[in-house]
């Protein structure tokens, strides 16, 4: 099995691509190691020090580590725990996996929200998932959109800048109604 890593725009998190899927549909996102206990591949990936965040897409794994830990110490320990992982024949994530994607919403803003979701889906989401992250429609209320970033584009120096930038700039020109986006932290 070889698996290639690429670099983020987020300097303390690796993208890993092992060559095969890693979940069938959606992302799921490991904040910390007690938010991994239903993935056997986020827990070992977990057990190498100074790992501090994992996140799983179709066919990559993001992993994010400490300020004080060094990618030349973690990268090989970390690349040995995917291969065990899928060599052993485990699942990825045990039982049910939770639902990842977009807050539902309620509410008169339907057709705006369905706007939203269908910009962010085919527009924004390949792209940052090209950077080894995600990006989740979380709320809409008086103009301004709440997004949740995940992976790689949680805590990026460049995020802000994506936001406001490009995200915001793209849903304001489709969509008059919106006016502002912020980050939300789920």
């Not at 998190?13 to 992302?27: M, R």
């Not at 008169?108 to 950077?131: F, M, S």
Request: glycine fraction near 10%; include cysteine; hydrophobic fraction near 40%.
């Amino acid at each position: 099995m070889f698996i290639q890593t690429e670099t983020t725009p987020n300097p303390a998190t690796l993208k890993f691509l092992p060559g095969q899927t890693v979940l069938e549909a959606g992302t799921a996102d490991f904040p910390s190691a007690e938010a991994a206990v239903k993935s056997p591949l986020a827990a070992r990936i977990f057990a190498v020090p100074g790992v501090t965040g994992v996140f799983f897409g179709s066919d990559f794994v993001t992993v994010t580590k400490a300020e004080d830990a060094t990618w030349d110490h973690a990268k090989p320990a970390i690349l040995g725990a995917i291969m065990e992982h899928f060599q052993s024949g485990a699942p990825v994530i045990e039982g049910e996996a939770a639902p990842s994607g977009h807050a539902d919403h309620d509410g008169e803003d339907g057709a705006i929200v369905a706007q939203i979701k269908e910009l962010l889906d085919t527009r924004v989401r390949p792209a940052v998932a090209q950077d080894g992250g995600d990006i989740t429609f979380h709320g809409f209320e008086r103009g301004i959109v709440y997004l949740h970033m995940q992976g790689a584009c949680a805590g990026c120096p460049s995020s802000t800048l994506t936001l406001k930038m490009g995200i915001e700039n793209l849903l304001r020109h489709y969509i008059p109604e919106v006016t502002e986006v912020r980050p939300v932290n789920a």
